[in-house]
């Protein structure tokens, strides 16, 4: 009778598992926080020795350990150690937040960690990650694994040979050979922190990014790109090359949504193509518009076989002529014609080959050109120009690409060889970015200064100056025109002091030194003994020898100009 009592009350304790488990079974009584059979449609005990004991489930097993609930075809429990060992379509469903999969699974129900293998998959709702061998802490919430893996989310999949997933705060930590595939961005690098939810990814060591099919080509080791907005910021002077375009700073970021850029702290931006450079210490930028402003100190450089010109002032700015309002009535090129009837003099120079002020074509771009003959560049505030050929100041500064002009507005100044030009406008002329001509509007003088510091001078309503090889070789005043000229001998001694009037005064110029004045119509001067010049007087109207303002070189090009003698 006890016996058949004993195993009454056996049968009675196994019933509800043998039914399927309705009531809960503890495994690990030991423990305050333990693995419970829910469910199982066969269970019987392994006896393996005197101290080990195992439970065997098959069939739809269902087993929970707080909140954490795990399905599986069939499981080995050791309530002793508190190892759980399951097989076939392993699930764990962490709190309804994280699901994992997977074919194999070893759990240490104490420590609460899973091991899990074969064709192991882990979502968050937001992202999947799919690897071989994972392992899962169901505590903190902490999947890791070592063996190569990536994680897919939306249209983002990425890849690498380790990974470690926070559940609480859906970041994904991934390290050694780190790939992304996207499709606007390709990332290779050796360490990234994406988040599942922001879809943020977190650049942390050197990182490369292709986009827009290896257009855009980005290097940077600190920054984050907000894949959801479209959003980037780069630090540790990241390196972006567009095209012929490249661009760094200590701080980089873009949004793709508005097109803007900008680049902040000793800034670079240059365009191979057009041999253009811009420095300044906060650039911005609008991709869809076009434009680039550059403030705090800004530099262009406009790169030249032999002599770079430098443009600085407090602000630089650049965008597509044919974005501006009535383009064609502002931006006019010159047509070479014959200026007037005079033959061709001992200097070589034909007359033919001046333009004439009246002789000009509208210009007609197509707005989808990207060149840069459809750019302008303008200037404002304390502008300096230098090249080793020719210098300039001015308030304001307008340069566009479809006829290489530098046109300068209010108190102009220009230097080239020692010679000096003022005007109320100048415009400068380039040819394969090399100057080529000067054209002064209104009030024009030219002032050259002689080795013994007097001043050969022309003044007049206008006046164009030539260049070759960069260096000045012919100047002409023209309307109302007015010249001092300081006459030499053979033996280079002076011999008298010309001042004289006509329609039209031409300077040529020899080895970088006046040569010869040639007046033409109208003629009217004196020329008197040198001897007898108060050289002090020998001043035309509007004479101001702002030397001091010049800058003698690029490094002088942020040094404060004096604004007067």
């Not at 940077?220 to 567009?242: C, H, L, W």
């Not at 702290?265 to 550059?294: E, Y």
């Not at 020329?527 to 001091?548: A, C, D, I, S, T």
């Amino acid at each position: 009778m006890r016996l058949v009592g004993f195993v009454l009350s056996w049968l009675l304790f196994l019933a509800p598992m043998l039914a399927g488990a309705q009531e809960p079974v503890p495994v690990a009584a030991d423990t305050m926080d333990i693995v419970l059979v829910r469910k199982t449609d066969r269970f019987r005990y392994l006896k393996k020795d005197s101290v080990t004991e195992l439970q065997m489930l098959a069939g739809n097993v269902f087993l929970e350990q707080g909140t954490t609930k795990f399905y599986c075809d069939s499981a080995v429990i050791n309530p002793a150690t508190g190892i759980v060992e399951a097989f076939g379509n392993v699930h764990i469903n962490d709190a309804d937040s994280i699901h994992t999969y997977a074919q194999y699974l070893i759990y240490y129900s104490n420590e609460k960690k899973a091991y899990l293998k074969k064709n192991v998959r882990l979502t968050d709702g937001k992202g999947v990650l799919t690897t071989n061998d994972l392992e899962y802490d169901t505590n903190l919430k902490i999947g890791t694994y070592t063996n190569g893996g990536k994680v897919v989310s939306e249209k983002t999949v990425l890849t690498s040979k380790e990974a470690t997933y926070y559940g609480d705060m859906k970041d994904v930590y991934f390290k050694k050979d780190v790939k992304m595939k996207d499709p606007e961005y390709d990332l290779e690098t050796d360490s990234l922190l994406f988040n599942t939810e922001s879809r943020i990814a977190t650049f942390i060591t050197k990182t490369r990014i292709l986009s827009d099919s290896g257009r855009r080509d980005i290097t940077t080791s600190e920054g984050y790109y907000d894949m959801k907005n479209k959003v980037a910021k780069f630090g540790r002077r990241p390196q972006i090359k567009d095209g012929t375009t490249f661009i760094t700073g200590d701080d980089v970021g873009f949004d793709d949504n508005t097109g803007d850029s900008y680049a902040r702290g000793n800034a670079v931006f240059r365009d191979t193509a057009q041999g253009i450079s811009i420095l300044a210490n906060d650039l911005k930028a609008n991709k869809k518009t076009n434009t680039l402003l550059a403030t705090q100190r800004p530099l262009m450089i406009i790169k030249q076989k032999e002599d770079s010109i430098f443009v600085t002032a407090d602000t630089l700015f650049s965008a597509r002529l044919t974005d501006k309002k009535d383009y064609q009535k502002t931006f006019i090129r010159p047509v070479q014609v014959v200026a007037d009837s005079l033959s061709t003099d001992s200097t070589g120079i034909a007359d033919s080959t001046v333009l004439s002020d009246s002789a000009w074509q509208l210009t007609v771009l197509d707005p989808a050109d990207t060149t840069n003959r459809n750019r302008y560049f303008q200037a404002w505030n304390r502008v300096r120009i230098f090249s080793d050929s020719l210098q300039a100041v001015c308030d304001s500064l307008f340069y566009s690409g479809v006829d290489s002009i530098f046109r300068m507005f209010r108190d102009p100044v220009a230097w080239a060889n020692g010679t000096q030009i003022t005007g109320d406008t100048i415009f400068m002329y380039t040819k394969n970015q090399a100057p080529e001509r000067l054209h002064v509007f209104d009030n024009g003088l030219v002032i050259n200064r002689t080795a013994d510091d007097f001043y050969n001078q022309i003044k007049g309503n206008t006046i164009n100056g030539y260049f070759i090889d960069g260096a000045i070789h012919y100047m002409r005043a023209k309307g109302s025109a007015e010249s001092i000229y300081y006459a030499q001998d053979q033996d280079s001694a002076y011999s008298g002091v010309n001042r004289s009037t006509a329609d039209i005064i031409d300077f040529y110029f020899a080895n970088k030194e006046l040569n010869r004045v040639v007046f033409r119509s109208s003629v009217e001067g004196t020329l008197y003994p040198f001897r007898q010049v108060n050289h002090g007087e020998m001043r035309l109207r509007g004479f101001k020898w702002l030397e001091k303002r010049r800058p003698k070189t690029k490094f002088e090009l942020f040094e404060d100009p004096v604004i007067t003698e």
